[in-house]
């Protein structure tokens, strides 16, 4: 039977700290649903929309990922409907530091509390790429600062169009 785990986050824009993860869950997993959220409790810099194309860049133009285990959309929904929808058991989440555990803790647990089949599997992404975050690669993007360290190039061509 094959595994199919679904990653959500705002993806506001993606880092290489949350493709690390998608490559450690494909050693895990047979397919990683991407799934970008749509939520209307959060200021995004990029729409749903974009943040599909900059993902999808991402994953298969810049870095050649493959396409039969990769599936990326967006969502306004419990991440719980969204494992029903797609018949996973498994939500994946990625952990940078101490201070990131309390939240997700209290996520997982809410979730094990909405579906009792769910799983929550915790991924720590490579040490160098632990500091990396969405909001810090904008901060420093509209300040002109450099980049590559911490995103695909499609990302920082994007990312640069909305800052000019």
Known sequence: ??????????????????????QKSLKIVDKIIVAISDSNQKEYLFTSEERIQIVNKALFSDLR??????????????????????????????LRAASDFE???????????LNNKIETIFLMSDFKNQVISSRLIKEIIELKG????????????????KYE
């Open 1 to 22: 039977m094959k595994k199919t785990a679904i990653y959500p986050g705002t993806f506001d824009p993606i880092t290489f700290g949350h493709i690390d993860l998608i």
């Open 65 to 94: 990922f493959d396409k039969k285990k990769i599936k990326v959309i967006s969502f306004n929904s419990l991440t719980t409907d969204l494992c029903k929808k797609y018949n996973s058991n498994i939500i994946l989440r990625g």
């Open 103 to 113: 939240h997700e803790f209290q996520l997982a647990g809410m979730n094990r509390k």
């Open 146 to 161: 450099d980049i590559r360290k911490f995103t695909t190039k499609s990302t920082i061509i994007s990312l640069k169009k």
